[in-house]
């Protein structure tokens, strides 16, 4: 059994009761976080963003179509 880090643990005011806010605040941890971001560049965010347009688009044409068909064939069947 491994015992827990620092950074497990929640320091805990003994008289209240109520967590103590960690040095530098939650604005700062956020920063920090996003320094560790890779983020992509302008040409592969634009390559990416056109291969999901052109995907939901082949995909809503292709639920369309099928909708469609299924549509017909109800209308051929129960007529």
Sequence with gaps: MTSPTSEETKTVDAGAGTEVPRQGGFLAATLEELKLVVWPSRQQLFSE???????????????????????????????
Aim: no cysteine.
């Design 49 to 79: 963003s056109i291969a999901v347009i052109l995907m939901v688009s082949l995909s809503a044409a292709t639920i369309a179509a099928v909708s469609r068909f299924f549509g017909w064939a109800s209308s051929q069947v129960f007529r």
